[in-house]
């Protein structure tokens, strides 16, 4: 399994940024997705998630009507779109999958991680 | 949302030590909890899953337990390898949630 994100980069307030994140080893279409985000020296915060087909999406408060979330199963890909950026969404953005077994009826924990894409919000 | 708190927040302990790291929910989430072992500048790996499963390849000194609001993360003896931040993880609700972090120290 290897996730492998992109995208990152230094924005200014109120900028746009899409993050993308290659999937490979494992069957895509068959997975839950999430994006979690770490700000630099904090703890880690859940930021959005997508079902298998992209039917059903969830975000965190602290980003909803700002970020997006999407996938194409053609291309093993994931991606979140963030627009109107804030300097609080400053953080290592990490593209995990859901795991198989034991989940909850709503949600599941991460069984593998990307090593993450860095986004800075600053003018 | 369901807050999660663990303690403490940091903890020095010695190769050997028996070292345990305490989760508590605000509110009961069954056994729908994970455990994750996070190095500087890299990526959390999953550690236990349903509270107290062990992950492929997760050596067999770490254990998890508790149910409810209660759960405990044990590393029956301290390696080298295991100086990190753990963090907790609730995956009850849509809105998942973590822990602030745990970083054991080298005493």
């Known amino acids: 399994v290897q996730l492998v994100e992109s995208g990152g980069d230094l924005v200014q307030p109120g900028g746009s940024l899409r993050l993308s994140c290659a999937a490979s080893g494992f069957t895509f279409s068959s997975s839950w997705m999430t994006w979690v985000r770490q700000a630099p020296g904090k703890g880690l915060e859940w930021v959005a998630n997508i079902n298998q087909d992209g039917s059903e999406k969830y975000f965190a408060d602290s980003v909803k009507g700002r970020f997006t979330i999407s996938r194409d199963n053609a291309k093993n890909s994931l991606y979140l779109q963030m627009n109107s950026l804030r300097a609080e969404d400053t953080a290592v953005y990490y593209c995990?999958?859901?795991?198989?077994?034991?989940?909850?009826?709503?949600?599941?924990?991460?069984?593998?991680w990307g090593q993450g894409t860095r986004v800075t919000v600053s003018s | 949302d369901i807050q999660m708190t663990q303690s403490p927040s940091t903890l020095s302990a010695s190769v050997g030590d028996r070292v345990t790291i305490t989760c508590r929910a605000s509110q009961s989430i069954s056994t729908w909890l994970a455990w994750y072992q996070q190095k500087p500048g890299k990526a959390p790996k999953l550690l236990i899953y349903k509270a107290s499963s062990l992950e492929g390849g997760v050596p067999s000194r770490f254990s998890g337990s508790g149910s409810g609001t209660e759960f405990t993360l044990t590393i029956s003896s301290l390696q080298p390898d295991d100086f990190a931040t753990y963090y907790c993880?609730?995956?009850?609700?849509?809105?998942?949630?973590f822990g602030q972090g745990t970083k054991v120290g080298i005493k």
């Open positions: 993880h609730q995956y009850n609700s849509y809105s998942r949630t």
């Open positions: 995990t999958r859901d795991g198989r077994r034991d989940c909850s009826s709503t949600s599941c924990y991460f069984d593998f």
